[in-house]
């Protein structure tokens, strides 16, 4: 009785020692990755947080730095151009979103086919994405050139001479969804790549029995791939939406804003205030504002997701 009583207690021992060990394990290997998020995302925001209630200056002036309470947030309220960010943002995410979620499961559907030469597809379209966003603004500047550009010279050809020239970066009303453009076709690769992982972890015999009780394609799609994406669907959803509101280097090198404030957003207008007009603390208190609205955004997705999921059980 005692030795199994002394053999039950070593197997115990032995456990919690390995189980101990497997979580040191654990922590070293995220340990990298937790310092990273520390650094770079935890710290500065509690910094931008700690900011924005104060008068902080990029450079020191002639007053110190002053604690002003709410100040910041009201003139928030108050400031036109910041509304219209906020407008454009959002117009942008409810372009963008969808329509690079829709063709970027469309892609993937289309290259997920056993043809031959079908790598050479996967890897033009991905090339956008890991091309530097600065070069491909350049590029799409010259495309949208109103004397010399590609993208007039098709339309008129198209259009017989009827339609075009148009000053896409230069007309307020123009300038927006041609930034739309450029940024779907630069991201939607890696939204493609995504949903091509997602289309590969579906069991083949899902479709076989489909296809033997006579399903057809569009059956298929729609009672097996789509439902077997919602996890992948939510996960490309969440990136753009975050990719939407951090829209910065398109408008950067393309349109600074204008005309007219009609291309503004709230990334670069923040970037703007802090760096050109040295006002830190009032661009962090639109950072704050930004981090919770995209908090807010996800948080309503998911919500709509949930409910989604409830009604189908």
Do not use: C
Request: charged share 10%; hydrophobic share 50%.
């Amino acid at each position: 009785m005692n030795r199994t009583i002394r053999s039950i207690g070593r197997r115990t021992a032995r456990t919690s020692y390995w189980r101990r060990r497997d979580q040191l394990v654990g922590w070293a290997f995220s340990a990298p990755a937790l310092f990273l998020l520390l650094t770079f995302l935890i710290v500065p925001f509690v910094m931008a947080l700690g900011f924005s209630f104060t008068n902080q200056r990029l450079v020191a002036g002639p007053l110190p730095t002053q604690f002003v309470g709410w100040r910041n947030y009201l003139q928030l309220l108050q400031d036109d151009t910041l509304h219209r960010a906020l407008f454009n943002n959002s117009l942008f995410g409810w372009v963008v979103v969808p329509v690079q979620t829709g063709l970027a499961l469309f892609l993937a559907l289309l290259i997920n086919q056993k043809l031959r030469g079908v790598t050479i597809f996967r890897l033009i379209y991905f090339s956008p994405v890991v091309t530097p966003l600065v070069v491909v603004s350049v590029v799409w500047a010259f495309l949208y050139n109103p004397g010399q550009g590609l993208m007039n010279a098709f339309i008129k050809t198209v259009s017989f001479g009827y339609l075009g020239p148009y000053t896409w970066l230069n007309d307020g009303n123009l300038a927006l969804p041609a930034i739309m453009l450029l940024t779907i076709w630069q991201g939607v690769g890696f939204q493609m790549i995504v949903y091509l992982a997602g289309l590969l972890t579906i069991p083949e015999s899902l479709y076989e029995t489909a296809r033997v009780d006579g399903a057809g394609r569009w059956q298929q799609f729609w009672h097996i791939t789509f439902p077997q994406l919602s996890n992948t669907t939510f996960f490309v959803v969440i990136a753009t939406t975050v990719q939407a509101f951090k829209l910065y280097t398109q408008i950067e090198v393309l349109t600074q804003g204008g005309p007219a404030n009609a291309t503004v957003t709230v990334v670069w207008y923040m970037v703007h205030q802090s760096i050109r007009d040295l006002r830190v603390g009032y661009a962090s208190a639109i950072a704050v504002v930004i981090f919770f609205l995209v908090i807010m955004r996800i948080v309503l997705i998911l919500r709509s997701v949930l409910l989604t999921e409830a009604k189908e059980v």
